[in-house]
């Protein structure tokens, strides 16, 4: 069974950083993309970044400039460092992992998801 685990989320000033953290346990034969999404109320889950396995990274227009994902394979954990924070970014911010396992007769890819934590920017 696999579970992501996230830490880092928090209130914050605007202006302010936070860096989130997400990482992957269980019984993985390889974690593939890593990334962040979040979710503002009444609003739909949305991309905000997301990095290979060979550090290719996409971001959302509105992370561009101010936010940076990592990763660190040895550690299945990725992490998003958000700098300049605006009250626009506050959500509830999810670890997503394309995440292969070993099946009865073959390797197999599936997405997770992590619980969601919490990013509140104030003005």
Known sequence: QV???????????????LRLACTAFGNIFRVDDMGWYRQAPGKQ???????????NTNYADSAKGRFTISRDNTQKTSYLQMNSLKPEDTAVY???????????????NSD??????????SS
Do not use: K, P
Not at 3 to 17: I, P, T
């Open 3 to 17: 579970q992501l685990v996230e830490s880092g989320g928090g209130s914050v000033q605007a202006g302010g950083s």
């Open 94 to 108: 999810y670890c997503y992992c394309d995440i292969a396992i070993v099946g009865f007769t073959r390797v197999v």
């Open 45 to 55: 889950r949305e991309l905000v970044a997301m990095i290979s396995t060979t550090n």
């Open 112 to 121: 997770y998801w992590g619980q969601g934590t919490q990013v509140t920017v």
